[in-house]
């Protein structure tokens, strides 16, 4: 007897009916770059159709944001002024501080994730305090939780450590345990790997190391069961999610995270997905809504449970329209 399993895709209703993922605008959170001056919306280069804002702008972003029903954004920042310590990460009144606030005026049900790193405001690019060309974890992990005591006051609802230095949870947690906001909450870049899929972001962020790279304390590409175990210092120190980054490359460490631990699971695909994609589009070479939607629904199917995305808002429209 012939096995038919073709029954169940005989057409669109059953198709429906036995589907086993779906995605959905709920599922996105979406990056906004902001930057100091004004009147600025400047196209990104590497990540076309996404913009640097000046904080007079940011009105025009949020609204089409509330549009399309998205719930959720994470907040970059580039300031003007970048030194050794990277002080304007941590300062009350630096750009992502500043951004906070503002979207806060613009939007009271718009969930807002702050990128809490040292990468954008250090003169040297690394993601920590230097030690000659070594970044100290343990002095850096005072400025992280500087960083995200700091975000929590100008409104933030959760912080998410991008550093991968050890220890950070723990150091945040109990920093904004300390400092009044015990109801903020903590999404860490737990299994971030040091991946060549960065590229765009780098300069976007104008975030690129200025000598060596980040090998020693972002995850090394050929390791799965490390993340695993990182993922799971980060949930003990308090995380209250947990991210594998890229996505695309490692719907395998996705899909082990949700096996393994019972914490919601963010995936981020990054710059060099979105990038790719972008540049097939353009080259004739793929249905770019069909292979965004797919892309996007591999990472639901590996686990993630939220995704931090590019094309946040194009697959909003997208999924209005099937």
């Known amino acids: 007897m012939i096995k038919r399993g073709r029954r169940l895709r005989e057409n669109s209703s059953i198709r429906s009916l036995v589907r086993e993922n779906t995605l959905s605008k709920n599922d996105f959170i979406f990056p906004i770059f902001v930057v100091e001056g004004e009147n600025i919306k400047e196209e990104i280069s590497s990540l076309d159709g996404n913009y ?29 002024v970048k030194d050794e310590c990277g002080s304007e990460s941590y300062n009350h009144n630096g750009i992502v501080q500043k951004a906070v606030r503002k979207i806060k005026e613009l939007s009271k049900d718009l969930y807002i994730i702050t990128d809490v790193c040292m990468c954008q405001y250090t003169s040297h690019g690394h ?23 700091s975000h929590a006051k100008a409104g933030a609802d959760m912080v998410a450590p991008s ?21 903020v909450a903590i999404m860490s870049y737990a299994a971030k790997y040091c991946s060549a899929f960065y590229g765009p972001f780098r300069e976007a962020a104008h975030s690129a190391p200025q000598f060596g790279d980040r090998k020693t304390y972002q995850m090394d590409p050929a390791n799965s069961r490390e993340a695993l175990k990182e993922i799971d210092m980060d949930i003990e120190e308090g995380a209250d999610i947990i991210m594998v980054k890229p996505a695309l490359s490692y719907l395998d460490i996705i899909k082990s995270a949700k096996e393994n631990t019972s914490v919601p699971i963010c995936a981020y695909s990054v710059s060099g997905e979105f990038a790719m994609v972008k540049a097939a589009a353009k080259a004739n070479l793929i249905n770019e809504k069909s292979v965004v939607l797919e892309m996007l629904l591999s990472m639901k199917r590996a686990g993630a449970d939220m995704i931090i995305t590019y094309y946040a808002l194009q697959a909003a429209k997208w999924i209005e329209e099937v």
């Open 127 to 149: 993601c920590g305090i230097l030690n000659g060309t070594k970044v100290d974890n343990d002095a850096t992990l005072e400025k992280l939780a500087e960083i995200a005591v």
């Open 52 to 80: 640097h804002w000046s904080l007079d702008r940011l009105e025009e972003i949020i609204s089409e944001i509330e549009t399309l029903g998205i719930r959720g954004v994470i907040v970059f920042g580039l300031p003007n």
């Open 163 to 183: 550093d991968m230095m050890d220890g950070r949870i723990l150091y945040m947690r109990n920093a904004l345990d300390e400092n009044g906001f015990k109801d």
